[in-house]
């Protein structure tokens, strides 16, 4: 007798909880997120559908396999995993649960997904991160970023909070953590310090693009 677990048919989608890295597309026309195990040589969107990370063609989640998304019930179960070191840079999303899940004691695996809130840390010298810049590490084609304060942004390349929200699209609401406390004006400053970063970075990959152009000459 086999046994089959319980059906759950919930009127309302479930609420859950996850770390991930934010990052940014190499052509800058797209951002998103990527796990911080398994999973996370997959980037997602705000709104996806999770794949089979071995490749194989089943539906996710499957009972006889990892794949799908995972996410915890807690909100502080969530924010303990950003105390571990490799996990200082992730930030804390806010996620529906959609499509078929299994529910765990701890949390669900499931197949897709809507990113509604993502809470970004302090930059690393401890201010409020206005902004997320790359972080020096990635995925193929794909740029991993941390959060930054206008200070620290420098000339890497970077997209404030409102930037990255706008970019990934789908209503996806993007807030910054507490650090240490600014004056108003110095605030205010940094956030347009970090949007001059996002117009230079912009700027730069128009550049790029049109020496690309130049290089192929009138008959590419």
Known sequence: ???RLPEERPTEPPTGYKIAHPVLSQDGTRAGFTGVSLGGALPYGVLDEARCVYGR???APHRRCDCGFHCVHDRAAARALLCTAEHR???LLEVSVL???IRFEHGFRYAR?????ATVGPCACGATAVALADAAWGRPGWLALAAACAGCVRGRTSLSLAGFARLAGEGLRVRAADGMALPPAEQG???LV?????LQARLDVFQSQLARLDERGPQG
């Open 189 to 191: 400053l940094r956030e």
């Open 57 to 59: 063609r089943h539906r």
């Open 113 to 117: 997904q809507r990113v509604l809130t």
């Open 99 to 101: 499509g078929a899940y």
């Open 1 to 3: 007798m086999r046994l």
């Open 89 to 91: 840079a992730a930030v």
């Open 194 to 198: 970090a949007e001059a970063a996002l």
